[in-house]
């Protein structure tokens, strides 16, 4: 069961990076000086990417669990 654990550390890896990369979306529509309305748009549309990233990240800790559970 070792490559579970290794598939879920990867899972949770590109979670990370998804995470990371909502982050900076974020703060650079921060930086943008955007009115409210605009700002609220920016981020309406990056909300899927960090909702996935979380899934993602939860899937990949659940999967290296598993694995080690099994090993």
Known sequence: MQ???WVGALLS???L???LLSI???AQARRAKLSDDELRAAVQ???PLNMG???LS???LMAVM???SFS
């Open 17 to 19: 990076i998804g995470l």
């Open 13 to 15: 890896v590109v979670g």
């Open 24 to 26: 900076v979306k974020v």
């Open 45 to 47: 549309k990056v909300v």
């Open 3 to 5: 490559w579970m654990i």
């Open 58 to 60: 939860v899937i990949g």
């Open 53 to 55: 990233s979380l899934f």
């Open 66 to 68: 598993v694995g080690i």
